[in-house]
Nanobody, 115 residues
């Protein structure tokens, strides 16, 4: 059974940092493109960053220079390091795995940036 379990969300002040983690089970990690998406209230879910099985990354323009995605194959885990957080980064952040057959989603973790 495939599972994606996110952790690391919370409340942080503007300018602060958080690191999100997504642990994957069910033998999908190695062959999948892993991604982080977010959805703010009243808005559509949007791509934040993604990383291929070979380690190539891409980020949304809104987070370039602030967020970094990485993956640890030994731990079947993908990370999102978020620095210089802004109030507009407030959203539920979802982990995503795409193995070209099916797309899997985690349950989401709330990130709130507020003073």
């Amino acid at each position: 059974q495939v599972q994606l379990v996110e952790s690391g969300g919370g409340l942080v002040q503007p300018g602060g940092s958080l690191r999100l983690s997504c642990a994957a089970s069910g033998n999908i990690f190695s062959g999948s493109v892993m991604g982080w998406y977010r959805q703010a209230p009243g808005k559509q879910r949007e791509l934040v960053a993604r990383i291929t099985s070979g380690g190539s990354t891409s980020n949304a323009d809104s987070v370039k220079g602030r967020f970094t995605i990485s993956r640890d194959s030994a731990k079947n885990t993908v990370y999102l390091q978020m620095n210089s957080l802004k109030p507009e980064d407030t959203a539920v952040y979802y982990c995503n795995a795409d193995n070209r057959v099916r797309i899997y989603w985690g349950q989401g973790t709330q990130v709130t940036v507020s003073s």
